[in-house]
């Protein structure tokens, strides 16, 4: 299916809803409003596979923007509004935009990242005046008639920049038209999770992350509505969950965390029957807290395993987790390899370089085929990894252990952090926490955890201790922290993944 399609069928139905306001497109209007969009584009010199930068807040002219451009086309970058102004505009012009849409909610950084766009780019502002940007509005309402659909767009996301400079992060464009199937990822939406036209979708996480903004358009897809949150708050998600009848969100586990230490009076006060698949992605899960999410909601939830770079994907339910705690499933793209350092095949139960097998190379990175070969396997070039380390059992089920640049290594011995992490992360007393290495002048690295209390825990040397030894009586005692540094707030990014590099730069010194 394609939103055209639905729109025709169902035009009133809604496509999209800002939670909490009376933001909302009907299919007939995300239809009307994206062609009217993608003619704009071309009469401004757009042709395939040409690029437009979109920089906003969650607002409903996101997947505006995304279906304009993938009925054209053209790929969609849309930059991550927490960034600078000079972050932003060097992606923009990294990406070789030629058209930046912005929202006028994000004021001076818009004005800011336009003004050091390129100079030709196509400027567009919507929701207000942006100075340097022409009326979103006034283009959409004046433009020319309708195109017919051009082959099928794209995404090129660019990576957090957690180290060095981001690198966009780009999918061949597809050889089919966009109202044409074959789209993965709707297939896998329908198998995996029966989601279809009767379904309504929370997605609470910034719309500029790979999954808002693929797995939102999916839904667009297969007829369903999207439900969008302004930013992630634990009781207005569930509140919102009853007020629409929410039937599958997606979440991530720093979110799940957040509403499991809701009182049991919140948790309780709203009506969360309405949801049947509740699906968790992007960082690793502690298992004590997925456990309580099965517990509490029952066997709704679901997990896969992937990246920005979508040369991958695992998924597996609640009972199969039950069974085997702590994987992320079975990879449904392609076969998955674990490989040694020289990318010698491991056998089961080994960690290792986690691969994906597919028929093409499924991406490069944009300006950098230094950093594309980097991530391809020396012998089978469609083999790609992003770096994660983990190990598949017997029966190819996939375990995760952790990022190979956050590996500690202390006296020659691997340390994973995210084991200690999901130790800690249910502590009553412990809101968030991160595990690094610091250097050792005896043992390399140390293992540190660096906490940020729950309100109202006061910070003592004795709670430091008791930290410890709380892990140390339940993982290895050489894995537990030697240390625990207090601080206000981790490095999280709003998706809620971990700045673990802000860290270990600080104490890299």
């Known amino acids: 299916m394609y939103p055209g399609t639905i729109a025709q069928n169902h035009p009133d139905r809604l496509a999209v809803v800002l939670a909490g306001t009376d933001r909302q497109l009907t299919y007939r209007e995300l239809d009307d409003g994206s062609a009217s969009l993608a003619r704009v584009l071309w009469d401004a010199g757009l042709r395939r596979g040409d690029v437009v930068a979109l920089l906003t807040d969650n607002a409903v002219e996101a997947f505006e923007v995304f279906w304009a451009t993938q009925r054209s086309g053209l790929y969609i970058t849309a930059v991550n509004s927490h960034l600078n102004a000079d972050e932003v505009a060097y992606i923009v012009n990294d990406s070789g935009a030629k058209a930046l849409i912005v929202?006028?909610?994000?004021?001076?950084?818009?004005?800011?990242?336009?003004?050091?766009?390129?100079?030709?780019?196509?400027?567009?502002?919507?929701?207000?005046?942006?100075?340097g940007f022409d009326s979103y509005e006034d283009a959409i309402a004046t433009a020319g008639p309708r195109l017919d659909e051009e082959p099928c767009g794209s995404i090129m996301l660019y990576s957090s920049g957690t180290t060095g400079f981001p690198k966009g992060v780009q999918s061949p464009l597809p050889d089919r038209r966009v109202d044409e199937p074959g789209d993965p990822l709707m297939m896998l939406a329908q198998y995996m999770y029966g989601i279809d036209e009767n379904d309504v979708y929370l997605s609470p996480a910034p719309v500029y992350h790979a999954a808002p903004l693929r797995w939102g358009s999916t839904v667009h897809m297969l007829g369903g509505t999207v439900v969008m949150m302004s930013k992630f708050d634990p009781e207005a998600a569930l509140r919102y969950i009853d007020q629409y009848q929410v039937t599958a969100a997606q979440m991530v586990p720093t979110m799940f965390v957040r509403m499991l230490k809701l009182d049991e009076e919140t948790r309780t006060a709203h009506d969360?029957?309405?949801?049947?698949?509740?699906?968790?992605?992007?960082?690793?899960?502690?298992?004590?807290?997925?456990?309580?999410?099965?517990?509490?909601?029952?066997?709704?939830?679901y997990e896969y395993y992937s990246s920005t770079?979508?040369?991958?994907?695992?998924?597996?339910?609640?009972?199969?987790?039950?069974?085997?705690?702590?994987?992320?499933?079975?990879?449904?793209?392609?076969?998955?390899?674990?490989?040694?350092?020289?990318?010698?095949?491991?056998?089961?139960?080994?960690v290792g370089t986690i691969y994906f097998e597919r028929e093409t190379l499924p991406f490069t990175y944009h300006n950098d085929p230094d950093k594309t070969a980097a991530s391809q396997h020396p012998a089978h070039p469609?083999?790609?990894?992003?770096?994660?380390?983990?190990?598949?059992?017997?029966?190819?089920?996939?375990?995760?252990t952790d990022r190979k640049s956050f590996m500690i290594i202390s006296g020659g011995v691997n340390i994973y952090p995210q084991e200690v992490e999901n130790v800690l992360a249910l502590h009553p007393q412990v809101l968030d926490v991160a595990v690094i290495g610091v250097p050792d002048a005896e043992m390399g690295e140390q293992v540190k955890a660096v906490v940020q209390l729950a309100p109202g825990v006061e910070e003592t040397p004795q709670l430091a201790?008791?930290?410890?030894?709380?892990?140390?009586?339940?993982?290895?005692?050489?894995?537990?922290?030697?240390?625990?540094?207090?601080?206000?707030?981790?490095p999280r990014t709003p998706t809620g993944k971990l700045v673990k590099g802000k860290l270990t730069a600080i104490y890299a010194g």
């Open 103 to 131: 929202s006028a909610a994000l004021g001076m950084l818009a004005e800011q990242a336009g003004a050091r766009a390129g100079a030709d780019a196509t400027r567009l502002a919507f929701g207000g005046s942006v100075a």
């Open 272 to 301: 969360l029957s309405s949801l049947r698949v509740l699906i968790h992605a992007a960082a690793p899960c502690p298992p004590d807290v997925k456990k309580a999410m099965i517990d509490w909601l029952g066997p709704v939830v």
């Open 309 to 350: 770079e979508a040369n991958g994907m695992t998924f597996i339910n609640s009972a199969e987790w039950i069974e085997r705690p702590g994987s992320v499933g079975k990879s449904v793209l392609g076969p998955a390899h674990v490989c040694d350092d020289e990318g010698n095949l491991l056998p089961s139960g080994e």
């Open 382 to 400: 469609t083999w790609t990894t992003v770096g994660d380390l983990g190990y598949l059992d017997a029966d190819g089920y996939m375990y995760l």
């Open 465 to 490: 201790g008791e930290l410890i030894d709380y892990v140390r009586a339940r993982v290895a005692h050489y894995k537990a922290p030697k240390s625990v540094d207090f601080v206000d707030e981790l």
